[in-house]
């Protein structure tokens, strides 16, 4: 059982560059989301979804995209890309929602660095 | 602004030592997670709390749930190595679709 599959491990880009960090989850969860971690920030949302077809914005989203056609994929993209954007980001996934206390289930992370 | 302080932010004990993580807020949550994460992986959930006041005991590790549901503890019993990582609380707050995590603790045990 693969679980919540992210990709790339590791990326480099130069300021201004685009991509897309995908996110791949084999649990038929509803609720996906994107964090980023920075050393003494723990982890801040950018962006999560419900469902298919339905996203919305968390604590840090400017800068990224995200869109979910299909239950199993989340991607984030990154439109122009800034050294802020240096960080580790995580891809997690929850069974119908995290509103009643649900586990969220964790990628292992995609290191990004913009140069 | 960070919803959830975590005290301290770095611990370094000798194995068999007993500690403390502390998790504070402002707010009120309707439940509260704990996740550990070890180097390069993603956090993974050990315990949710959900009643003010709640102890939950997961072998030497030792969870409380503040009577106002605004803060949390993480007691760890005679240390082991194994249990190096980060520690991670997580809060959401009532009708929330999202978890909003706390600022990290780093453990390091050392044998």
């Known amino acids: 059982n693969a679980g919540v599959t992210q990709t790339p491990k590791f990326q480099v880009l130069k300021t201004g560059q685009s991509m897309t960090l995908q996110c791949a989850q084999d649990?038929?969860?509803?609720?996906m989301s994107w964090y980023r971690q920075d050393p003494g920030m723990g982890l801040r949302l950018i962006h999560y979804?419900?469902?298919?077809?339905?996203?919305d914005q968390g604590e840090v989203p400017n800068g990224y995209n995200v869109s979910r056609s299909t239950t199993e994929d989340f991607p984030l993209r990154l439109l122009s890309a800034a050294p802020s954007q240096t960080s580790v980001y995580f891809c997690?996934?929850?069974?119908?929602?995290?509103?009643?206390?649900?586990?969220?289930?964790f990628g292992e992370g995609s290191r990004l660095t913009v140069l | 602004t960070q919803l959830l302080e975590q005290s301290p932010q770095f611990l370094s004990i000798q194995e068999g030592e007993n500690l403390t993580v502390y998790c504070n807020s402002s707010?009120?949550?309707?439940?509260l997670q704990w996740y550990r994460q070890e180097p390069g992986e993603g956090p993974v959930l050990l315990v949710t709390?959900?009643?003010?006041?709640e102890v939950k005991k997961l072998k030497r590790l030792t969870f409380q749930f503040g009577d106002a549901r605004k803060d949390s503890s993480l007691h760890i019993t005679a240390a082991q190595p194994g249990d190096t990582g980060l520690y991670l609380c997580?809060?959401?707050?009532?009708?929330?679709?999202?978890?909003?995590f706390g600022t990290g603790t780093r453990l390091t045990v050392i044998p």
């Open positions: 997690a996934s929850s069974y119908a929602g995290t509103r009643w206390g649900g586990e969220l289930f």
């Open positions: 649990m038929n969860h509803e609720y």
């Open positions: 979804s419900v469902g298919a077809g339905i996203t």
């Open positions: 707010s009120v949550f309707s439940s």
């Open positions: 709390v959900v009643t003010g006041g």
């Open positions: 997580a809060g959401r707050q009532t009708g929330a679709n999202n978890l909003f």
